[in-house]
């Protein structure tokens, strides 16, 4: 796929400040909504000979019926490191409601060719963005944005930018790809082929671990500070309905059996895991693990799932079907992944955040077979179910490491530019796909080759990443 880079000349597409309404600046809030009902993107498609920096001061959306509503300018990633095609520029929460388009204001432009750099003469009123758009409490809409930017050659000059955009529909559902976003309260939608944020549907306060039915094309999301679970519709875009828990239960992950009708929710406030029936939205069991357990794993056919509580050096094994606990496999402290390995899952592999070992689990017998020293601080974990490549994440490397299933051999490094979240396999693009907590992004990367083959800006905390595959799951 051909980079571009929309940084290359040292473009700067935010800053902290905005004009406040006499024209002084005020700092902007480092917090910015909740929940952002509107999202603009922004890629700079200017010739690279008239590229320039620039800081944008404000952004406003332009109501069809009232005044102007203030929007955030969202801050620039320091320079260096890499830089992407596409950024998120400008987010707010407006007012539902017809709007006609938006309006920036730059505070800074300068050329950045070496030989002629300086600072430009500003445009001497903002820039409209002529662009109907509606802004719904259900759903965030979001504006593609397209800059072409004109500066003469052979001067210091003005900066001219023309601004256009359209408003990005959402891609089917089979193509859909999955972020839970702390700072968004939400959990984003994107397209895994091209990488483009779609829309971010409103979940509440702490979005974490991600379950997709795709069978019925729904998903359930944990969501820690509400207590609760929430249901979203694929197909429509939209959130079907909460499934309340218990006050303190505070949710981190869940699983969905294969045949989509039981939900297991590990609650990591409550020390509980529970069972929920996911078509009637109702709780209907609950068993106590101790630890504060985080992470789920369910086996291949359902009967089972794997409960990995982060204050503990035991894996709980539950059953499915009485819905009570059944076995229990000692591992190191901090259990904070595991995926099933092997043509029929006949083994798991369990990384721990405290032992510098990879536990590898005969999940017939529950018995540890062997440990594998892979380094301390595992953050992710993912097997390839073709090849049976082992993916691994740790804090603070700046790589993913490729291990042989057979061996448990190093293969490869993928360099990455920042902590990983999550890593989930996208089969049908054969590509792995890589949370990235900062800079906030969902990227796939190719299986084979190991290029980054698609990225898509995030907000803040990102914590879990899913991926539809073909209308299913696999």
Known sequence: MRQALLLAAGITLATVRVASADGA?????????????????????????????????????????????????????????????????????????????????????????????????????PTRVELPFVVSANSSTVLAVALRSSVAPDSTGRFEPALEG??????????????????????????????????????????????????RLRAYVAVSGEDAVAVLDLLEGRVREQVPLRAGDSPRDVALAPDGRTLVVANAGSDTVSFVDPLSAIEIERVPVAGRPASLLMDRDGRRVFVLAERSSVIAVLSLGSRSAVGAIAVDSGPVRARLSGRNGERILVAQADSPYLTVVDSATL???????????????????????????????????????????????????????????????????????????????????????????????????????GGKVP
């Open 166 to 215: 359209r408003v990005r529909p959402r891609p089917t559902t089979g193509l859909l790809g999955l972020a839970s976003v702390g700072h968004w309260n939400g959990v984003a939608l994107f397209d895994k082929r091209t990488g483009a944020l779609a829309t971010v549907l409103p979940v509440g306060r702490g979005p974490e671990g991600l379950a997709i039915d795709g069978e």
């Open 25 to 125: 600046r005020a700092p902007v809030p480092e917090t910015p909504p909740a929940f952002p009902g509107v999202l603009v993107v922004l890629r700079d498609i200017s010739p690279q000979s008239q590229r320039v920096r620039f800081e944008a001061a404000r952004a406003v959306a332009l109501r069809e019926d009232g005044p102007a509503v203030e929007l955030r300018v969202i801050p620039p990633r320091p320079p260096g490191g890499e830089n992407p095609e596409e950024i998120l520029w400008i987010e707010g929460s407006p007012p539902a409601g017809s709007y006609s388009g938006i309006e920036v204001s730059f505070r800074l432009a300068a050329t950045s060719a070496p030989d002629r750099g300086g600072n430009l003469e500003l445009p001497p009123k």
């Open 367 to 469: 018995a540890v077979s062997q440990r594998v020293y892979v380094g301390a601080g595992a953050r992710a974990l993912e097997v390839d179910p073709r090849s049976g490549r082992i993916f691994l994440a740790r804090r603070k490397t700046g790589r993913i490491e490729v291990f042989d299933p057979a061996s448990f051999l190093p293969l490869e490094e993928i360099a990455v530019p920042g902590e990983v979240a999550w890593l989930e396999v996208e089969a049908e693009g054969n590509g792995l796909g890589v949370l990235l907590r900062d800079p906030a992004e969902a990227r796939i990367v190719g299986l084979v080759g190991s290029g980054t083959a698609t990225r898509t800006p995030l907000g803040g905390e990102p914590t879990a990443l899913r991926f539809v595959q």
